[in-house]
């Protein structure tokens, strides 16, 4: 069931859904989330079940802005150093997830019984005024969102509301924002180990959140020490389709052998790229990639998922840069292809 949030009675069955222990679809400016009381312990397992999700694979809390928000992300962690505290009065609310040490007691669950919890400060409107109706409730407030991405698990990422409908059912309550305007999820930054850690790139490049930090930001030197986040496992954000990344040359002279092959394998192909003039066949599925990062992590996964429900069997992906500001995007076409 997809709501919209102009409607006031959408937001007001969506505050008693989620106080009920329900599941709802929100959106933010990365991804859309499925929405559930992230202290609830019961509605957090019935987001790992809808999802198919490791129960151990923790979820991203999203709390309030700042007016309300350092009072959520104080109910959650038992201690934020300066660095961290830098990164959010600098960019909270938007596409940062912190990982913190959690406070004990407090959403085992929805941290996969890590000591640690991944926090976020979204900046999508409708997610900001879901919160604030939660948390400013006068009996039982909502505290925050666990809410990873609404899809089944390691699949696509949803950027509409029509795309978790399709991944999800209709049953699901579902705020529609619109698409998201960044399109893929969030930077993830360990703050647990002293000094700040990126786990997981993002739309916040490495380079920005040193200037903010007024340190280094670290790259993952010891996964294994690393606190376990979303999505940062090898395979994920996966299409039904086999991803394959090519360069430029490569892409141009793969096309040429599968055009000139008479029994074609794969018979439908998508192809995805930038500088490439496609040869006119009705079995390729061909989209033009952007010349900037933020405007290709924009519709990434909406190609991805275009292209999927055109029937390809395998989406051949140009490459992308190397610079700070593409990382996000070949983070997530290197596990879409893992």
């Known amino acids: 069931m997809i709501l919209s949030p102009a409607d006031p009675r959408a937001l007001a069955q969506a505050v008693q ?3 009920n222990g329900g599941l709802v679809g929100m959106p933010t400016e990365t991804v859309y989330g499925l929405g559930a009381d ?14 198919g999700r490791p129960a151990d694979h ?4 999203h709390v309030a802005d700042m007016d309300a928000g350092l009072s959520g992300v104080q109910h959650f962690a038992q201690d934020v150093p300066d660095f961290a505290q830098a990164l959010m009065a600098a960019l909270w609310p938007g596409a940062l997830t912190l990982i913190l040490p959690r406070r004990a007691g407090v959403a085992a669950a929805a941290a996969g019984g890590q000591d640690s919890i991944g926090l976020r400060c979204p900046s999508h409107p409708v997610a900001q005024a879901l919160l604030h109706a939660l948390r400013q409730r006068a009996e039982s407030p909502v505290w925050g969102i666990a809410a990873p991405s609404a899809n089944r698990f ?12 399709s991944e999800l059912g209709e049953a699901l309550l ?5 698409p998201c305007s960044l399109g893929i999820e969030s930077t993830i930054v360990d703050c647990t180990r002293g000094v700040p850690v990126l786990l997981r790139p ?3 490049d490495i380079n920005a959140l040193s200037q903010v930090c007024g340190q280094p930001v670290h790259l993952a030197y010891d996964q294994a020490q690393a606190p376990r986040a979303s999505g940062t496992l090898e395979s994920h954000y996966a299409p039904r389709a086999k991803v394959r990344l090519l360069s430029a040359a490569d892409l141009r002279t793969a096309l040429q052998s599968w055009q000139a092959t008479p029994r074609r394998t794969p018979a439908l192909l998508g192809v995805y790229a930038q500088g490439v003039t496609p040869p006119k066949d009705a079995a390729l599925r061909f989209q033009a990639m952007p010349g900037t990062a933020a405007q290709t992590a924009h519709e990434l996964f909406a190609v991805l998922r275009a292209m999927d429900d055109a029937g390809v069997q395998e989406i051949w992906v140009q490459a992308v840069p190397s610079g700070a500001d593409w990382a996000g995007v070949a983070d997530r076409l290197q596990r879409a292809s893992a």
């Open 17 to 19: 859904t989620i106080a």
């Open 38 to 51: 992230a202290s609830n312990d019961a509605a957090v397992a019935a987001i790992f079940a809808a999802k």
């Open 58 to 61: 923790p979820l991203i809390v």
């Open 154 to 165: 390691g699949r696509v990422s949803p950027t509409t509301a029509a795309h978790v409908q």
């Open 174 to 178: 579902v705020l529609d924002g619109g």
């Open 202 to 204: 993002g739309s916040i």
